[in-house]
């Protein structure tokens, strides 16, 4: 059963550091998402990296993926206040059906 | 294209009672999906539809639970006998088969509350 892990779970920073969440998962992944998901609100879709060695970069944020240990990451530069939110991974596999795993999520934090 | 919606946006229920959710999926997506997320947690699969058929359910998905999409645009999924245990955010989202992007568009669920 393919599993998804994220640490930390709560992440506390001030504005202007910079910080990396990392999301592991158990099995042979095709596809590595990243999603922000405001209180009481749905998913957006951050990144979707699609191959080893794949980096992704929006403002702030950069996502790379690592298929060979499992491992992606979300690097959080100079964060502002505005980026905190919950952010999950989540992994697909290319089969009979395709369907999201999410990790559990990171809480962030940012504060002024 | 205005996205994934759902309706209601909100939903108090008294235990025992059945609750109706609608999602409305982008119109060129044929993959449809459910989840449920509890407070504090990730998003659960519960079912896929690829255009009208069920192809997946998941272990969550009780007996109590049914989801449909009868004609491969619009889905509903039904609670009956509706428990305190239900109360979480249902999402629904869609996809398209073939998509280079490969993207998920959620939409922005129906909150339930079961009281």
């Known amino acids: 059963e393919l599993k998804v892990e994220q640490n930390p779970l709560f992440l506390s920073m001030q504005e202007g550091k910079n910080y990396t969440i990392y999301c592991n998962y158990s099995t042979t992944s095709d596809r590595l998402y990243w999603y922000r998901q405001d209180p009481g609100k749905s998913l957006e879709s951050l990144f979707v990296?699609?191959?080893?060695?794949a980096v992704k970069q929006e403002g702030r944020l950069m996502a790379s993926l690592d298929t060979k240990a499992r491992l992606s990451t979300l690097h959080i530069t100079a964060a502002v206040h505005d980026l905190s939110a919950t952010y999950f991974c989540a992994v697909d596999r290319v089969g009979a059906t395709n369907k999201l795993i999410f990790g559990t999520g990171t809480l962030l934090a940012v504060q002024p | 294209d205005t996205g994934v919606s759902q309706d209601p946006r909100h939903k108090i229920t008294k235990r025992g009672q059945n609750v109706t959710f609608r999602c409305d999926p982008i119109s060129e997506h044929n993959r449809l999906y459910w989840y449920r997320q509890t407070l504090g947690q990730g998003p659960e699969f519960l079912t896929y539809?690829?255009?009208?058929?069920?192809?997946?359910k998941s272990r969550l998905l009780s007996d109590r639970f049914s989801a449909e999409r009868p004609k491969g645009s619009f889905s509903t999924l039904e609670i009956q006998r509706t428990e305190q245990g239900d109360s979480a955010m249902y999402l629904c989202?869609?996809?398209?088969?073939?998509?280079?992007?490969?993207?998920?568009?959620f939409g922005s669920g129906t909150r339930l509350t079961v009281v």
């Open positions: 990296l699609l191959s080893n060695g």
């Open positions: 539809f690829q255009n009208e058929a069920q192809l997946e």
């Open positions: 989202a869609s996809s398209r088969l073939g998509d280079s992007n490969y993207g998920y568009t």
